[in-house]
């Protein structure tokens, strides 16, 4: 952290914050704001506080919004926390258009929490050495620059459905408790985010009526990203799962289907908790970074393409409008590899093409060897 001896802000307690925690507080506590403005930003500074705790691993502290050092902000904090935001604070529990509209708002409003925090600590000497809030403000601009310039498909970790694995393998408490009904919960979302390739706020968006507590084979989406209705279907195993899971509560069968066993007991959980599950998940299986709760969806489109199902109906069942955005964001892998198989059925090999012999095998072992010895 950047040194206070000597500045002019020593004399006034600033010296006694080390913690993003206490400098949002009485940050907030100088802001000429509404009481309203002042609460909304602190559930942006606590997305900043969890955001921060992620980023280091530490998935309890993030729960429970543990003390963060200020030592933990970087450079790359506020483009981070940008792109983490727009992931993960989506509200499920908004009908579908506002949803959109709402996500991005909060997203952006925690943003500038964020932001004003970031400056308030520059102003103050409080940034760790070497960091400005200037080049932090450079280098979320500059990414949103990128971003503006093409769309980038990101592939997929092949192995994603592993976090469903690892919480199927985790031994289930045998005391009743928050513990047990976290892992059964657990269980049902992964499954069940799979089994239908719904968006994470379709799937948070569900009730217990909405799924029978597990006795339907397919649900009708009412609350879409488009606005439009569309039907899913649940396998045997992910209606088991549900199954297992609605049996231990003791709630109203018309209450959300994947609920909070801990502070806000009862409540859906948001996106931004089920975004932490799938990381914890994913960091514990060695995933790719890039896991998240759409990796599932991106895996069933995919399996569902590479077994061969029509790209209409792929499309349909994911809920596009148009088969060509499944084939753009989902399909370029399928076509790939179908592309690959062509031309190693049709293709020539270059020996063939020019009609003269391939090197001898002799040769390529001693141009192995001259690579192996160049390696070393």
Same mark, same amino acid.
């Given at each position: 952290m950047?040194?206070?001896?000597?500045s002019p802000h020593s004399g006034n307690g600033m010296s006694e914050i080390t913690t993003v925690n206490d400098a949002a507080e009485r940050m907030l506590a100088d802001l000429d704001l509404s009481d309203l403005t002042k609460e909304t930003y602190r559930h942006g500074l606590n997305a900043l506080v969890r955001y921060l705790h992620l980023q280091s691993g530490d998935d309890a502290a993030a729960d429970e919004l543990a003390p963060c050092p200020l030592t933990c902000i970087q450079e790359e904090t506020l483009y981070g926390l940008d792109r983490w935001l727009r992931e993960a604070y989506p509200d499920p529990r908004?009908?579908? %258009?506002?949803?959109?509209?709402? $996500?991005? #708002?909060?997203? @952006? !409003?925690?943003l500038v929490a964020a932001r004003r925090l970031m400056?308030?600590?520059?102003?103050?000497?409080?940034?760790?050495?070497?960091?400005?809030?200037?080049?932090?403000?450079?280098?979320?601009?500059?990414? %949103?620059?990128?971003?503006?310039? $093409?769309? #980038?498909?990101? @592939? !997929?970790?092949?192995?994603?459905?592993?976090?469903?694995?690892?919480?199927?393998?985790?031994?289930?408490?045998?005391k009743k408790g928050p513990r047990r009904l976290g892992l059964l919960r657990n269980r049902a979302l992964m499954a069940t985010l799979y089994d239908t390739g719904m968006r994470i706020s379709e799937a948070l968006a569900l009730t217990r009526e909405d799924v029978l507590d597990g006795r339907l084979d397919r649900l009708r989406l009412t609350i879409t990203k488009n606005g439009k209705p569309r039907t899913v279907f649940l396998s045997d195993e992910s209606r088991r799962l549900i199954r297992a899971y609605v049996?231990?509560?003791?709630?109203?069968?018309?209450?959300?289907?994947?609920?909070?066993?801990?502070?806000?007991?009862?409540?859906?959980?948001?996106?931004?908790h089920a975004w932490h599950l799938v990381k914890q998940a994913a960091r514990a299986e060695g995933l790719f970074e890039?896991?998240?709760?759409?990796?599932?969806?991106?895996?069933?489109?995919?399996?569902?393409?590479?077994?061969?199902?029509?790209?209409?109906?792929?499309?349909?069942?994911?809920g596009h409008e148009h088969p060509d955005t499944t084939r753009i964001v989902y399909a370029f892998e399928t076509d790939e590899r179908m592309l690959g198989d062509m031309v190693a059925t049709y293709g020539k090999r270059p020996s063939e093409a020019t009609g003269s012999p391939a090197p001898a095998a002799s040769y390529d072992a001693s141009g192995a060897e001259e690579d192996d010895a160049e390696r070393q």
């Open positions: 950047a040194e206070q001896s000597g908004q009908p579908a %258009r506002v949803a959109a509209s709402e $996500s991005t #708002r909060t997203s @952006r !409003t925690y400056n308030w600590l520059d102003l103050h000497d409080l940034l760790p050495t070497g960091i400005s809030y200037d080049r932090m403000r450079r280098r979320i601009d500059q990414g %949103r620059g990128q971003r503006r310039q $093409s769309y #980038r498909r990101r @592939r !997929t970790d092949p192995q994603a459905t592993r976090v469903l694995t690892h919480y199927l393998r985790q031994p289930l408490p045998e049996a231990e509560r003791e709630d109203s069968p018309y209450a959300p289907l994947f609920v909070s066993h801990g502070r806000d007991a009862g409540k859906a959980i948001t996106a931004a890039n896991t998240s709760p759409h990796s599932l969806r991106h895996r069933r489109a995919q399996d569902l393409l590479d077994e061969g199902m029509p790209l209409e109906w792929v499309a349909t069942l994911l």
